[in-house]
C-alpha cells in the first residue's frame, strides 16, 4: 500500500507546484489593454486619475501563508478626476475602499500619496480599488501621453 501512495502524494505535490507556478504568470501591465478589456465587460467601469492616501501600515507585508484569506479592506481617500469624452474632466472626490487581492502566496500592493491610474468597477461608494499581483487595476504615475491615449479610446481612437 504505502508504494500507492507516494506517487499519488508526488503527484498531488507536482499539481500544487504547477497551479501555483501557473497563478503567477502575469502579461506585463498595460493601461490600454485594461481599457479594452473593460470597455468590452458588461459592467461599468470609472476610469480615475488622482490621488489615493491610506495608511501604508495597513498593507499586508511579505508573503501570505498558502490558502490564507485576503487581506483585511483598507479605507482610503480618493482625489482625482474620472475619464469622460473631454479627458480627465470630471472631480471625483471619494472615502474608497482599498482591496489587496492575491494569488498563490504573492499579494499586490499600492502607494499612498502617489498621482496613479485606477480602474474601478462602478459599484454603489464607496467603490473599491483592486490591487492585484499582475498589476492590472492600478498603474502608478502614468505619462501625459498615457493620459492622453486613454482620452482618445475614450472617444472611440483605440
Known amino acids: 500500500m504505502p508504494s500507492m501512495m507516494h ?23 498595460d493601461p490600454l489593454r485594461t481599457f479594452s478589456e473593460i470597455a468590452a465587460a458588461p459592467e461599468d467601469y470609472y476610469v480615475l486619475y488622482g490621488e ?12 501570505r501563508a498558502m490558502g490564507a484569506g485576503l487581506p483585511a479592506p483598507i479605507a482610503a481617500q480618493f482625489r482625482g478626476k474620472g475619464l469622460t469624452q473631454a479627458g480627465f474632466t470630471s472631480d471625483y ?6 482591496q489587496i487581492d492575491c494569488m498563490a502566496n504573492y499579494c499586490g500592493t499600492a502607494q499612498s500619496g ?4 485606477y480602474f474601478v468597477r462602478a459599484d454603489p461608494t464607496p467603490v473599491t480599488m483592486v490591487a492585484s499581483p499582475c498589476r492590472e487595476w492600478i498603474f502608478p504615475e502614468p505619462t501625459q ?4 491615449q486613454l482620452t482618445a479610446c475614450m472617444q472611440g481612437g483605440c
Open 52 to 63: 489615493l492616501t491610506f495608511d501604508e501600515a495597513e498593507l499586508p507585508e511579505g508573503l
Open 145 to 148: 501621453a498615457v493620459l492622453d
Open 93 to 98: 472626490i471619494s472615502p474608497v475602499t482599498l
Open 7 to 29: 506517487p499519488i502524494w508526488l503527484t498531488a505535490v507536482l499539481a500544487c507546484a504547477a497551479e501555483q507556478a501557473q497563478a503567477l504568470r502575469c502579461v506585463a501591465p
Open 114 to 117: 502617489i498621482d496613479a491610474l
